[in-house]
Nanobody, 119 residues
Framework: QVQLVESGGGLVQPGGSLRLSCAAS????????MSWYRQAPGKQRELVAA???????NYADSVKGRFTISRDNAKNTVYLQMNSLKPEDTAVYYC?????????????WGQGTQVTVSS
């Protein structure tokens, strides 16, 4: 299986920046997409940003222009650069990896890292 470990969360002021990292280990071959999700208190988990191995990206409307997803395919690591943070960005951020094999498509989740934006 794939193990995902997020890091980089913390407490920041509105307008500040934070960079999250997610490192994949284990059966990392055939990982074709990695994504960031977030879940705020009382809300459903939502997709924040995604990037395929080929480099295409997708962002939630709420973070476009502020967040940037990037990845290092060789290291099986995905990053989320978060700028101009707002209080509404406060959530637990989760890393997700999709692994496609000939017979099975699997999805894996990290443990999450807390991001709190508050003055």
């Amino acid at each position: 299986q794939v193990q995902l470990v997020e890091s980089g969360g913390g407490l920041v002021q509105p307008g500040g920046s934070l960079r999250l990292s997610c490192a994949a280990s284990g059966s990392t071959s055939r990982i074709n997409a990695m994504s960031w999700y977030r879940q705020a208190p009382g809300k459903q988990r939502e997709l924040v940003a995604a990037q395929t191995r080929g480099g295409s990206t997708n962002y939630a409307d709420s973070v476009k222009g502020r967040f940037t997803i990037s990845r290092d395919n060789a290291k099986n690591t995905v990053y989320l650069q978060m700028n101009s943070l707002k209080p509404e960005d406060t959530a637990v951020y989760y890393c997700n990896a999709r692994r496609d094999t000939i017979s099975l498509i699997s999805s894996y989740w990290g443990q999450g890292t807390q991001v709190t934006v508050s003055s």
